[in-house]
């Protein structure tokens, strides 16, 4: 398992702006997942990618991959108030089934 | 809801005390993991079943012991502990293995006085 890097640590915006959180990994992957979790609770599965895919969308939220840089990036448009939580990437590689995760991007949505 | 639960949501135990924590996963998976959340520190796999079978224990000392009676409960016991074993303990489960997605319950959190 390899775990992912999450950046930037903190961020605070307000709300209605748009939030950009990156991972970055070092293996290759098979694919790529990111989770949510609020203070102190179970983390949330956002949002699937796939090696093969550049770019995913799920409501406000766009996952892109490039895996020549090995990076991905989540943004979350019109950011609301109830979007303050953790977000942590989990690169997975080929026969791997450890998720293993970083110490996430702290985000703060001001209302 | 994820479909997974925990209880105790928290719990609070002196160095000498034995307790378990529970969970609970109503989505027909096959695999369930255990993970330890620390302040400060990336979340810590520390156990994975599979078919109730345990396949991984990454390092984990003896004073945490699992158990896994059936693919929908999953059990750690807890015995002796150490402050600095205070912490969120997250279960997760997942259809198998190789199913990447995770769901995950709530929490248990621990504090060892």
Redesign the interface.
């Known amino acids: 398992?390899q775990?992912g890097e999450e950046d930037p640590q903190a961020l605070s915006i307000q709300e209605g702006e748009n939030a950009t959180m990156n991972c970055s990994y070092k293996t290759s992957i098979?694919?790529l997942?990111w989770?949510r979790q609020n203070s102190?609770?179970?983390?949330?599965?956002l949002i699937?990618i796939r090696s093969n895919e550049r770019e995913k969308h799920s409501g406000r939220l766009r996952v892109t991959l490039d895996t020549s840089k090995k990076s991905s990036s989540l943004l979350i448009t019109a950011s609301r108030a109830a979007d303050t939580a953790s977000y942590?990437c989990?690169p997975?590689g080929a026969g791997s089934?450890?998720?293993?995760?970083?110490?996430?991007t702290k985000l703060s949505v001001i209302p | 809801e994820?479909g997974?639960t925990?209880t105790p949501r928290h719990l609070v135990m002196g160095m000498t005390n034995k307790k378990s924590l529970k969970c609970e996963q109503h989505l027909g998976h096959n695999?369930m993991y255990w993970y330890k959340q620390s302040a400060?520190?990336?979340?810590e796999?520390m156990f994975?079943y599979n078919f109730k079978e345990q396949t991984?224990n990454n390092s984990v000392p003896s004073r945490f012991s699992p158990e896994c009676p059936n693919s929908s409960h999953l059990f750690l016991h807890l015995h002796t502990l150490q402050p600095e074993d205070s912490a969120?303990y997250?279960c997760?489960s997942?259809q198998d293995?190789?199913?990447?997605?995770?769901?995950?319950?709530?929490?248990t959190?621990l504090t060892v006085l």
């Open positions: 398992s775990q098979n694919n997942q989770y102190g609770r179970g983390l949330v599965h699937l942590f989990a997975s089934y450890q998720l293993t995760f970083g110490k996430g | 994820t997974v925990q695999a400060k520190k990336p979340l796999l994975v991984e969120l997250l997760a997942s293995p190789s199913s990447n997605e995770q769901f995950f319950g709530p929490g959190r």
